[in-house]
T-cell receptor, first 111, second 117 residues
């Protein structure tokens, strides 16, 4: 079946540091790939997405590129802020509208 | 983005009682809603797909008689945890599917933390 694997956290960074969260997937066919963010006390929000190979999703300074050859969708941000502290989920959507989530990565950015 | 609410945000109940959780799409109609369960420090697990006007579709391993889902209107789905036990304690999250032309997107509620004593 479909699955998503992402690096375990927590990831602790200083403000303005570079952030990478690795995500790899297993799926049949050609899934769409997503990153969701969950801020403390809030629901999941879509951060960015990519629907086909080599697409790059970007939002709020975050980027991720759909790499079919490595089945990866790593999330990056060049300079994190304290407000980026949250839990980040990588997810895929294959056939239909069901989302398969990775385990989540907690990111803590310290001033 | 679209807004999805859940009520209550947290509930504590005694073992053996039933608990109802509501999920509402506030500014769009949703024929499809999803219910997830999130264990501490773990990912979201899809429990069931709720379809307006028809029976819910449950994922493998999810007890239909224990987790009753009703999607009676285009803006409301409810999850009832029947005869709750401590092992049902968890964070329950719903999402509503907004369809807009060729693009479908799930919008998530803030979650409901259930604690069964």
């Amino acid at each position: 079946g479909d699955s998503v694997t992402q690096m375990e956290g927590p990831v602790t960074l200083s403000e303005e540091a570079f952030l990478t969260i690795n995500c790899t997937y297993t799926a049949t066919g050609y899934p769409s790939l997503f990153w969701y963010v969950q801020y403390p006390g809030e629901g999941l929000q879509l951060l960015l997405k990519a629907t086909k190979a080599d697409d790059k999703g970007s939002n709020k300074g975050f980027e991720a590129t759909y790499r079919k050859e490595t089945t990866s969708f790593h999330l990056e941000k060049g300079s994190v802020q304290v407000s980026d502290s949250a839990v980040y989920f990588c997810a895929l959507k294959a056939a239909g509208n069901k989302l398969t989530f990775g385990g989540g990565t907690r990111v803590l950015v310290k001033p | 983005g679209a807004v999805v609410s859940q009520h209550p945000s947290r509930v504590i109940c005694k073992s053996g009682t039933s608990v109802k959780i509501e999920c509402r799409s506030l500014d769009f109609q949703a024929t499809t809603m999803f219910w997830y369960r999130q264990f501490p420090k773990q990912s979201l697990m899809l429990m069931a797909t709720s379809n307006e006007g028809s029976k819910a579709t449950y994922e493998q391993g999810v007890e239909k008689d224990k987790f009753l889902i009703n999607h009676a209107s285009l803006t409301l789905s409810t999850l009832t945890v029947t005869s709750a036990h401590p092992e049902d304690s968890s964070f329950y999250i719903c999402s509503a599917l907004r369809t807009s032309g060729r693009v479908d997107e799930q919008f998530f509620g803030p979650g409901t933390r259930l604690t069964v004593l």
